[in-house]
C-alpha cells in the first residue's frame, strides 16, 4: 500500500513537470512576436532658395567728375553735333557726368518741354573733357575768360581791360565764368554817363549782386 502511494505520487509530479514546461517552455516558444517597423517620421524642411545678390553697383548711374579741356564746348540735347547748343562751357569748368553712352555724357536729368514731347536732356562730347583739372597758362586763362565775356558793350574796344579786370574778379572769386555767361559780358551803365563804366552780376540778379567796373580807371565798386 506504502508502495502504490508513492506511485501515486510520482506520477502527479511528472504530469505537474510536464504541465509547467508546457505553460512556461513550449507555449512562449509558439509566441512569435512579429517585428514591429519603426517607421522614422521625417519632418519636411522646406529649403529656401537664395535669392541671387544684386551688384547695385554697377546698376547705378556711373557718376563722374570730368574738367573741360576744350577752351570752350557746347552742351547739346541730343548726342550730335549737329544738335542746337543750348549753352557753352569753358576750358577747365567741372562737369557731373551723370550717363555716358556713344561717346556722350550726359549732365542733365531727362525732362520734356511739352506734354507728349520726348524726352531731352544736356550732352556733351567725352573727347572735350578729362578726367584732371587741365593746367592753364595765363594766356589760355585769359582766352578762356575773353570767350566767355565776348557779348559785353564795346567789347571790341575795351577788350583787354574788360578780359584782365574779369580774370581778376574771378581770381579774387567774386563772380565766375558763369556769372559772365548768364550776364553775356558786362553792359554799359547808364547812371554813369559821363565815365565809362560797365556792370556784371555776380552770384545772383539782385541790384546787390551788381559789380561796377569803370574800364578806364580799373576801379571796381558795389551798389
Not at 525732362?111 to 562730347?125: C, I, Q, S
Request: aromatic share 12%; with cysteine; net charge negative.
Amino acid at each position: 500500500m506504502k508502495k502504490l502511494m508513492m506511485f501515486v505520487l510520482l506520477l502527479l509530479g511528472l504530469a505537474c513537470a510536464a504541465g509547467g514546461y508546457y505553460l512556461f517552455i513550449y507555449k512562449q516558444d509558439e509566441v512569435i512576436e512579429e517585428p514591429v517597423e519603426v517607421v522614422e517620421e521625417t519632418t519636411a524642411v522646406e529649403v529656401e532658395e537664395e535669392a541671387p545678390i544684386l551688384d547695385l553697383e554697377s546698376m547705378a548711374p556711373r557718376i563722374k567728375e570730368y574738367y573741360v579741356s576744350e577752351p570752350r564746348i557746347g552742351v547739346r540735347e541730343s548726342r550730335s553735333e549737329d544738335a542746337f547748343a543750348e549753352r557753352e562751357l569753358f576750358r577747365a569748368e567741372k562737369v557731373v557726368v551723370i550717363e555716358e553712352l556713344e561717346g556722350w555724357g550726359r549732365i542733365s536729368a531727362y525732362f520734356v518741354y511739352h506734354e507728349g514731347g520726348d524726352e531731352v536732356a544736356e550732352w556733351v562730347k567725352l573727347d572735350e573733357l578729362q578726367e584732371q583739372p587741365p593746367e592753364i597758362s595765363k594766356k589760355e586763362r585769359y582766352e578762356t575768360v575773353a570767350l566767355s565775356i565776348q557779348g559785353s558793350d564795346d567789347y571790341l574796344q575795351y577788350k583787354d581791360d574788360l578780359t584782365k579786370y574779369s580774370d581778376q574778379l574771378i581770381e579774387q572769386k567774386t563772380c565766375d565764368l558763369l556769372d559772365f555767361e548768364e550776364s553775356d559780358g558786362w553792359m554799359r551803365s547808364i547812371n554813369y554817363s559821363d565815365r565809362q563804366v560797365y556792370f556784371v552780376y555776380c552770384g545772383g540778379l539782385r541790384p546787390a549782386d551788381k559789380v561796377y567796373l569803370d574800364v578806364l580807371t580799373g576801379e571796381i565798386f558795389y551798389p
